[in-house]
C-alpha cells in the first residue's frame, strides 16, 4: 500500500494561489489519485480525483475552473493547483490512492484505501 505525504499548505490571501502536493512512497502508475478536504465541523468531501488509466478528471462544483488536479508518475508525487482562493476554500486538504480505479462522475472518500495526513489550508486577509 502506498504512504502518501502531502505538502504546500500555508495561509494564503484570498484570490492568491496555492499548490498542493502529494507524494507518493512507491510508483503511482496504476493508482487513481483524490484530493480531499474538510473544514471545522463539516464532513469531508471530494475535491477533484484523477483515474489510474486514461486521466480522466473529476472536479467538485465548488473548485471547478478554479483547481487542477495532476499527476507526475515518475516523480510520483501528484498536484492540485488551487486559483482564485477563496476563505471557503479554508480546511484540510488530504490526498488518497486506490489501484485501478476509474473516476467517473463521483469522487467518493470510501472508494480510496491509502491516505495522507493532510496539510493546512487557510485562506484570510
Known amino acids: 500500500q502506498l504512504q502518501l505525504v502531502e505538502s504546500g499548505g500555508r495561509l494564503v490571501q484570498p484570490g492568491r494561489s496555492l499548490r498542493l502536493s502529494c507524494a507518493a512512497s512507491?510508483?503511482?502508475?496504476?493508482?487513481?489519485i483524490g484530493w480531499f478536504r474538510q473544514a471545522p465541523g463539516k464532513e469531508r468531501e471530494g475535491v477533484s480525483c484523477?483515474?489510474?488509466?486514461?486521466?480522466?478528471?473529476y472536479y467538485a462544483d465548488s473548485v471547478k475552473g478554479r483547481f487542477t488536479i495532476s499527476r507526475d508518475n515518475a516523480k510520483n508525487t501528484a498536484y492540485l493547483q488551487m486559483n482564485s482562493l477563496k476563505p471557503e476554500d479554508t480546511a484540510i486538504y488530504y490526498c488518497?490512492?486506490?489501484?485501478?480505479?476509474?473516476?467517473?462522475?463521483?469522487?467518493?472518500?470510501?472508494?480510496?484505501?491509502?491516505w495522507g495526513q493532510g496539510t493546512q489550508v487557510t485562506v484570510s486577509s
Open positions: 512507491g510508483s503511482m502508475d496504476y493508482y487513481a
Open positions: 488518497a490512492a486506490q489501484y485501478l480505479l476509474t473516476v467517473n462522475s463521483m469522487c467518493e472518500a470510501t472508494s480510496f484505501a491509502a
Open positions: 484523477i483515474s489510474s488509466s486514461d486521466d480522466s478528471t
